[in-house]
């Protein structure tokens, strides 16, 4: 049976005016995220504008570089069971717009309460820009806002001055301090009659072949409209190279905001933070209505 999940509704008062909204699977009774204060002073966490990158789509992108101090962690684009991802609202001339973030490999912290996808050591988070046909990103500034926990949690916030993208941008590589930016490789498909998400595809990376115990697993985005037996992580069944994994998933038009309903996610080969990861994304064409 699958168990319901219901949306966490969060508003983002982290951006203060700017307030944003995310959706975060939440399993009905699971704990509550700690409470959160907002910081003063000296924060876990160091914000640096470290400038400017080209991803493989064309567009350029801002890189944020997030130090975070030992023993502290911060959340990835769906946190898991409690948390709050970072937060961006670029301040920039008119034409110019922030596009979807690019988040890294995140890890996987499981505790006898909740599983939660986090980033434990310092990382690069990429917001990609897009403007008017031809022109290079201007001089702009990001207002940044992020949940850091520990034994409690704390609110962090940061304004960054980029300047203008000039000259040879540099592309954004397949790795951002150690960890795998996701990329385009395996296959999903739905059955609308059985309601199952299965992902298939070949174990690529030669090391992965040699390894006793190659392992390759999913972690669900946020999917609004839709609903899961659990947080995750998902394992995949493999055979030789190959692997599958069957994913029940309950469709909800109701609760998907009048927005589209994709699954999605990303596919984790390996443990290490290194290894390649690939972004899922399957549009599942099912009417919704507006809210």
Not at 227 to 244: E, I, R
């Amino acid at each position: 049976m699958i168990m319901r999940f219901r949306f966490l509704v969060v508003t983002a008062c982290m951006l203060g005016a700017a307030a944003q909204v995310f959706f975060n699977f939440k399993p009905a009774g699971a704990m509550n995220s700690p409470s959160a204060v907002v910081a003063k002073g000296k924060t876990p966490v160091k914000a640096i504008a470290a400038g400017w990158v080209k991803l493989d789509s064309g567009q350029t992108a801002a890189v944020v570089r997030f130090e975070i101090e030992n023993g502290w962690h911060m959340y990835w684009e769906n946190p898991g069971e409690s948390g709050a991802p970072p937060l961006a609202q670029l301040q920039t001339k008119d034409g110019w717009t922030l596009m979807q973030p690019i988040f890294p490999r995140p890890s996987i912290l499981k505790t006898a309460d909740d599983t939660e996808f986090i980033y434990n050591t310092s990382w690069e988070w990429l917001l990609p820009v897009t403007g008017p046909a031809g022109a290079t990103a201007p001089a702009c500034s990001i207002d940044l806002s992020w949940m850091v926990c520990k034994d409690h949690c704390e609110i962090g916030r940061a304004h960054l001055e980029f300047a203008a993208a000039t000259g040879e941008i540099p592309a954004a590589g397949d790795a951002r301090l150690g960890r795998s930016l996701p990329t385009v490789g395996a296959t999903a498909t739905f059955n609308s009659k059985d309601q199952v998400i299965t992902i298939s595809g070949g174990i690529a990376s030669a090391a992965m072949k040699n390894t006793a115990a190659p392992t390759v697993q999913f972690i669900p985005g946020i999917m609004p409209g839709e609903s899961l037996k659990s947080a995750g992580p998902f394992q995949a069944t493999l055979v030789d190279v190959k692997f599958t994994l069957n994913i029940p998933v309950e469709i909800q038009p109701q609760n998907a905001f009048g927005k589209p309903i994709v699954f999605n996610g990303l596919l984790l080969y390996g443990q290490s933070e290194s290894d390649r990861c690939d972004m899922i994304r399957l549009p599942l064409n099912i009417k919704v209505s507006q809210p």
